[in-house]
Nanobody, 118 residues
């Protein structure tokens, strides 16, 4: 079993910043990609940012230049620094990891609410 525990969500005004963190624990041989997804009410879950095993990063067009994903492989953690937040960034944010233990499976965190409102 693998657990992904997220922290850092909350309420912020437009233009503000938040930092989300996710820590993976449990039966972990190695981790391939780690990333963040989000789901707004009435919408499908979408990719926000991804950090691959090779260290490359991918971002949704809507967050490019505002959000930064980073990863600490030694600690099995991934963070998402979110700047210049907009009301349309409001959603539940989920941590995602592709973990080999020893078979490759995808795991999800429980989600953390981010609300951008004045």
């Amino acid at each position: 079993q693998v657990q992904l525990v997220e922290s850092g969500g909350g309420l912020v005004q437009p233009g503000g910043s938040l930092r989300l963190s996710c820590a993976a624990s449990g039966s972990i041989f190695s981790i391939n990609a780690m990333g963040w997804y989000r789901q707004a009410p009435g919408k499908q879950r979408e990719l926000v940012a991804l950090n691959t095993a090779g260290g490359s990063t991918n971002y949704a067009d809507s967050v490019q230049g505002r959000f930064t994903i980073s990863r600490d492989n030694a600690k099995n953690t991934v963070t998402l620094q979110m700047n210049s937040l907009k009301p349309e960034d409001t959603a539940v944010y989920y941590c995602n990891a592709q973990v080999r233990s020893p078979y490759l499976n995808t795991w999800w965190g429980q989600g953390t609410q981010v609300t951008v409102s004045s």
